[in-house]
Each structure stands twice: as structure tokens, then as C-alpha cells.
């Protein structure tokens, strides 16, 4: 991690394509569409993120675009990632729906949520999309080392982001290196381990010592290397909470003991089973 790849606040990572990723973001993975999701958009947007993170798969574009306009905050100050979904056959065509269902121009990330039927056949897609301006920049999700591989050997632009499940409990420092090496930035989803890792015992005794909460010290693990986080809730006092990871920094030791937590052998896979 280098100065340069970080914003002068500290608070967001440069992508290779230019892009400006912040570090925080909220995820609304397994939000329902409707109310439930326009609120948690909308607190986070109210509490001062900056950057939301949605998939076709998800069934809940339309409401982001909801919070996104009735919050009144101009549209080019928040990031705005969606993901392609690989049983979709064009991802062009895929993004037009996107769009349409955000009520956007253009998203600042368009990722390929998993390599079903192989690594490299969207990715053509994904390029035409960023070449039509449907994408600010582009990248893929749950890409292994060896995907990655693949897609370089072919690509005409490589992807900027590798999203991953990524926490201490799967700190995967494999992929890691392979994404630095590819001038990739690794972006982790499900940092608390989908809420697992709320309960681990080192975690709950780091957090005596830094008058912090757990989701707090697990998010703060990640940012302060530099890796964007995406914890998904849908209650506004723990959406409030999650935003203030930026004043407080862990020492050596409780990184260092929050790293030994790691179950995938410093993995260079993205899933330890993949569902497609
Ligand atoms: P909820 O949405 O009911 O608030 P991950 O981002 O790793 O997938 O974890 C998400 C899970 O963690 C969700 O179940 C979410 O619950 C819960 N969660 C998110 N933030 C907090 C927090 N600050 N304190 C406690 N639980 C949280």
C-alpha cells in the first residue's frame, strides 16, 4: 500500500483505471427490494456514505435509485456499483436494465458477480459497456487467483476491482498478492463474516481494549490496510455505527492477532465453495 493509492483523506482507494473507490461502503446484499432497502440506502447516504454496492442478482436497483434521488445528494457523489448476472448472456444489454432501474447515466463500477461458465466469456461485455460509458470502470467478483489469470491473458483492459468474501476469518493473502501483482484492488464483501465474526472471542477481547464495537474493530482491520469494505445492515444506529471506523487505529499486535484468525491457509481462491 502506497501513498498514491489512497486519497489525500485517507478515506478512498485510486483504482488503476482513475477511479476514486471509497474505502466504506454500504452492501445490500439479501435486502429486500421496497421499504426496507430505500431506508437503509437512505440512512447511510443521511449518515455521509458515499458509496453503494447493489447486483442484478439482488432484485434491489430500482430502490437504491429511489434512495439515491429522494436523499437529493448530486449523483456524481456517490459510487454506485452493480454487478452483471453471469445467467444473463450480455452483459450491455444487462446494464441498459441496470441503468434504467437506477435512474443513472452511468454506474462507477460494473463487476461480474462469479465466473459461471468460466472466467473470460463476459468479459468482452464488460469492455463494450465500459467503452459505451454504461461503466466508469469495470471488474469481477469471487475471481480466484487463477481467474484472474485468465481474463489477463485476453483482456483488452483488466478488471480494477476483484470483489471477495474477504474478513479474518477468510484472509486470503494468496489472492491478495495476486491482485497487487495485477494492479487490482481486492474490495471485500461480507467483512463480518456475515455477521459470524461478531461473536469470535479475540474480536470481543480486542474491543475491551479500543472502546470500539466489534464491527467496528472487524471493519477497521480491513480499512486500515486499505481494503474497501461493504457491511450490509439494514438498522440505521448499526449503519451510523459502521461509518466511524476512521478515527481510531489498532495497534500491531490486535492486527496481528486478528490476521492468525485466517481459516483458508492464505488462500489464493476466492471461495472456499463456490454455489454456481
Ligand atoms: P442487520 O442487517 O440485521 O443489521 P456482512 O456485511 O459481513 O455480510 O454482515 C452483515 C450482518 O451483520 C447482518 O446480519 C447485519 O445485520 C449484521 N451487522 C451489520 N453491522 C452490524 C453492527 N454494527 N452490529 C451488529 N451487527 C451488524
Given at each position: 500500500m502506497t501513498a498514491e493509492e489512497l486519497t489525500p483523506d485517507g478515506r478512498a482507494r485510486v483504482l488503476a483505471d482513475g477511479g476514486i473507490l471509497p474505502l466504506l461502503g454500504l452492501g445490500v446484499w439479501q435486502?429486500?427490494?421496497g421499504r426496507e432497502c430505500v431506508d437503509a440506502v437512505r440512512w447511510a447516504l443521511d449518515a455521509g456514505y458515499r458509496h453503494i454496492d447493489t447486483a442484478?442478482?439482488?432484485?434491489?436497483e430500482a430502490s437504491v435509485g429511489k434512495a439515491l434521488r429522494d436523499s437529493g445528494?448530486?449523483?456524481?457523489?456517490v459510487f454506485i456499483t452493480t454487478k452483471f448476472f453471469p445467467r444473463e448472456d450480455d452483459p450491455v444489454r444487462a446494464i441498459e436494465l441496470s441503468l434504467r432501474r437506477l435512474g443513472v447515466d452511468q454506474v462507477d463500477l460494473y463487476l461480474v458477480h462469479w465466473p459461471q461458465n468460466?472466467?473470460?466469456?463476459?468479459w468482452p461485455g464488460m469492455e463494450r459497456a465500459a467503452a459505451q460509458g454504461y461503466a466508469r470502470s469495470i471488474g469481477v467478483s469471487n475471481f480466484s487467483e487463477s481467474d484472474l489469470e485468465s481474463v489477463a491473458a485476453s483482456a483488452e483492459r483488466m478488471p480494477s476491482v476483484n470483489q471477495v468474501s474477504y474478513s479474518p476469518f477468510a484472509f486470503r493473502q494468496g489472492l491478495q498478492k495476486a491482485c497487487q501483482r495485477h494492479d487490482i484492488v481486492l474490495e471485500a464483501y461480507s467483512p463480518l463474516g456475515t455477521g459470524r465474526l461478531l461473536q469470535d472471542e479475540t474480536v470481543i477481547d480486542i474491543v475491551a481494549g479500543a472502546a470500539r464495537t466489534p464491527a467496528q474493530v472487524l471493519l477497521r482491520w480491513a480499512v486500515q490496510r486499505g481494503i474497501p469494505v461493504i457491511p450490509k445492515s439494514v438498522h440505521q444506529d448499526r449503519i451510523e455505527q459502521n461509518l466511524?471506523?476512521?478515527?481510531f487505529e489498532l495497534s500491531a499486535t490486535d492486527l496481528a492477532r486478528l490476521d492468525a484468525l485466517d481459516r483458508t491457509a492464505h488462500t489464493t481462491r476466492a471461495l472456499e465453495h463456490p454455489w454456481w
Open positions: 435486502v429486500p427490494d442484478q442478482a439482488y432484485g434491489n445528494i448530486d449523483r456524481d457523489e468460466g472466467p473470460t466469456w463476459a466511524q471506523i476512521f478515527d
